[in-house]
């Protein structure tokens, strides 16, 4: 069971994103050599919790032979109304007063 801080609700804390890129076992070992199966990314073959979960579908290796990549996503900001009055100026800001041009005399 993993560890999880105390008295996390998990609201503004960053959210971790595991994924497994490119397969790194060696296929060459009984030869003496480095050579990688070529499989890209890892996929899933059976669903969380079962053993099939971390096998790859494509190369049938071990999830741990694939390159780990953590992508750390930040929590989004508090979500806070703003007063009355600056949403309005926002609202103006947003759609300024179109310019004002001088009436042309075209019919002189
Ligand atoms: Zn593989």
Known sequence: MAAQPR????????VILVMYAAC?????????SYAVDG????????VDGTPE???????????NFHQR????????????RAPRAAR?????ADF????TTPPQARWN
Do not use: D, Q
């Open 7 to 14: 008295g996390s609700r998990g609201r503004g804390r960053p």
């Open 96 to 99: 300024p007063p179109p310019p």
């Open 53 to 63: 979960a971390v096998l790859c579908a494509a190369c049938n290796c071990h999830r």
């Open 88 to 92: 309005r100026a926002n609202l103006a």
């Open 24 to 32: 790194m076992r060696n296929h060459a070992i009984p030869l003496g």
């Open 39 to 46: 499989c890209g990314e890892f996929l899933p073959t059976g």
């Open 69 to 80: 990549v953590e992508m750390e996503i930040p929590p989004p900001p508090p979500r806070r």
